[in-house]
């Protein structure tokens, strides 16, 4: 747990038997995927299907539509959640991460912009989303950003942070912390 950050406590229980098919459908494919239906699920898109409707192809482009490795894709993904204090967040991208055999050290809760375990790109990378989550970007470290990077990758790399970023105030307000799904990874095999 990162210092100075709060326990999660629920603030919505859980709706296990949705009323949708949608939510329903989507809690199973968490459940083969995961081991289990994920919080979010369970809180938020049973009680507002229609957004689950409206993110699945969110879901889609964060999982499949980036053309960044998955090494960095995931280290940027924990790292700005972790920044937010997101553990669901943080969980959910190092259990995926890990399951895609991304070495743990870049997954890291305590993984920064300075880490010897980054290469160059993922430094730059990696600095450039603390930087947006701190609520400046200098000229400094957008020129190293860009000397990594082509412009696409840096259009994908700000949309993965604002994505994320957007995950993460979703769960944390309503106090959906950690499903222990890093550690299920590692218990399981991975389910295409």
Same mark, same amino acid.
């Given at each position: ?9 629920? =603030?919505l229980?859980? %709706?296990?038997r949705?009323?949708?098919w949608?939510? =329903?459908?989507f809690? #199973? ?14 809180? %938020?898109?049973a009680?507002?299907?229609?957004l689950? #409707?409206r993110?699945?192809?969110?879901y889609?482009?964060?999982d ?6 998955p ?11 972790v920044?937010h ?9 190092? /259990?995926?991460? @890990?399951?895609e ?8 809760p ?12 993922? @430094? /730059? /990378? ?6 947006? !989550? ?9 020129? /190293? ?10 259009i994908e790399?700000? #949309?993965?942070?604002a ?5 993460n105030r979703l !769960? ?10 890093c550690?299920?990874?590692? !218990? =399981?095999?991975? !389910?295409?």
């Amino acid at each position: 747990m990162i210092a100075n950050q709060p326990e999660h406590r629920l =603030r919505l229980a859980p %709706i296990d038997r949705p009323r949708s098919w949608l939510v =329903r459908l989507f809690n #199973w494919l968490t459940r083969r995927q995961f081991g289990k239906a994920i919080m979010p699920a369970r809180v %938020i898109y049973a009680r507002f299907p229609t957004l689950l #409707w409206r993110m699945l192809p969110m879901y889609h482009l964060f999982d499949r539509g980036l053309s960044l490795e998955p090494a960095l894709r995931h280290a940027i993904e924990v790292r700005v959640s972790v920044l937010h204090g997101c553990t669901f967040c943080e969980d959910v991208h190092r /259990a995926v991460g @890990r399951r895609e055999r991304v070495p743990d050290e870049k997954l890291a809760p305590g993984a920064s912009s300075t880490d010897a375990c980054f290469d160059a790109r993922e @430094r /730059a /990378a990696l600095a450039y989303v603390e930087a947006i !989550a701190g609520g400046m970007v200098s000229d400094e470290i957008f020129g /190293a950003l860009r000397a990594c990077f082509e412009e696409r990758e840096i259009i994908e790399i700000t #949309w993965l942070q604002a994505f994320t970023t957007y995950l993460n105030r979703l !769960a944390v307000p309503l106090g959906i912390g950690s499903d222990g799904l890093c550690e299920l990874a590692t !218990a =399981r095999p991975v !389910a295409h």
